[in-house]
């Protein structure tokens, strides 16, 4: 078994439900601003220890609403969790400007029922740079349209909730939302601590570190599932696609890095097949079941074998009358 080495070395052609030159500019504009509005964190006035920490910290708190309520309970209902937590977890991942649950949902879904095929919408065997950012720079016909919505996410879309968020803007007027939350925040401790211009250059910090950096960071971890797991890294089973278990992936993204273990058994809780393969978004749900916050969460399919083969041996045991 060799570990981080290269998936095979073919190469697709692009998917032919791309259709090549329209690009999507709805996804390509915001995506390019919001990593140009990225790069004024070199400004030496807007850096902040605090405002550094932020970032570090919503790294994980807003990328947990992908990780966690996008992905494993939306996409693969690997646990149940109440309504209203489950709707605070995506104003959270829409904060982190990667969608509507309904169309990420239905794109996820869709990536597993044709992983590193044909109509797989971001195959690495294409190449890395489509695999990471390009797929989502182009309209894809097998995905984008209600029909496959409707296939895919039909749960999703039969939420009131969700559905709303399809219409209009709200999701993006959420994100700027919390956006300017952060800045005034930001201000009014920068007033009280050093007056108007710390108020102005402290409010910038905090929302160029703890919102855009942030969001342009959970991007590149969340993508990197999508590309580097399907490339580099270890396979525990022989699935029917290139996915890895990539360690480094698996550190930044708190356990969806270990991907062929995903594939294998995707409605599972846990990535976590090997004892030092750390899953710590299951470590999380498990956390909101001992709140009485989560049920119904999924072991791996071997523990669920075990446990059923466990059961049917106590079944036909014969009583004991002693």
């Not at 939420?159 to 709200?170: A, V």
């Amino acid at each position: 078994m060799n570990t981080f080495t290269p998936a095979i070395d073919d190469r697709l052609p692009l998917p032919d439900t791309v259709v090549l030159g329209k690009v999507r500019w709805s996804y390509a504009i915001p995506i390019s601003i919001m990593h140009l509005a990225a790069l004024t964190a070199v400004l030496p006035w807007l850096f902040s220890w605090s405002g550094l920490i932020v970032m570090l910290l919503g790294v994980h708190i807003f990328g947990q609403a992908i990780n966690l309520c996008y992905h494993r309970l939306l996409a693969h209902k690997s646990a149940r969790v109440p309504q209203w937590l489950e709707h605070t977890f995506v104003v959270m991942a829409l904060c982190c400007m990667e969608d509507t649950p309904g169309k990420w949902v239905a794109t996820h879904r869709y990536h597993h029922h044709h992983s590193d095929e044909q109509p797989d919408p971001h195959s690495p065997l294409v190449n890395f740079l489509w695999s990471h950012i390009g797929w989502l720079m182009f309209h894809n016909g097998g995905t984008h349209n209600i029909d496959t919505y409707r296939k895919y996410a039909p749960d999703i879309f039969r939420n009131p909730f969700y559905m709303r968020l399809e219409r209009g803007l709200l999701w993006f007027w959420m994100w700027v939302a919390h956006a300017i939350l952060f800045f005034v925040v930001g201000a009014v401790i920068g007033f009280f601590t050093g007056g108007a211009m710390e108020a102005l250059r402290f409010g910038l910090s905090l929302l160029v570190w703890g919102v855009i950096v942030r969001t342009v960071i959970v991007w590149h971890i969340t993508w990197s599932v999508n590309s580097l797991t399907h490339l580099f890294g270890y396979q525990n089973y022989g699935t029917d696609d290139h996915s890895r278990n990539n360690w480094l992936v698996a550190i930044l993204t708190v356990g969806e890095g270990w991907h062929n273990n995903h594939h294998h058994d995707p409605a599972s809780g846990s990535n976590q097949h090997r004892w030092w393969e750390f899953d710590i978004t299951y470590y999380e749900l498990k956390l909101l079941e001992l709140l009485g916050l989560a049920k119904n969460v999924i072991a791996p399919r071997h523990k669920r074998h075990a446990d059923r083969d466990e059961g049917e041996v106590v079944a036909k045991s014969p009583p004991n009358h002693d």
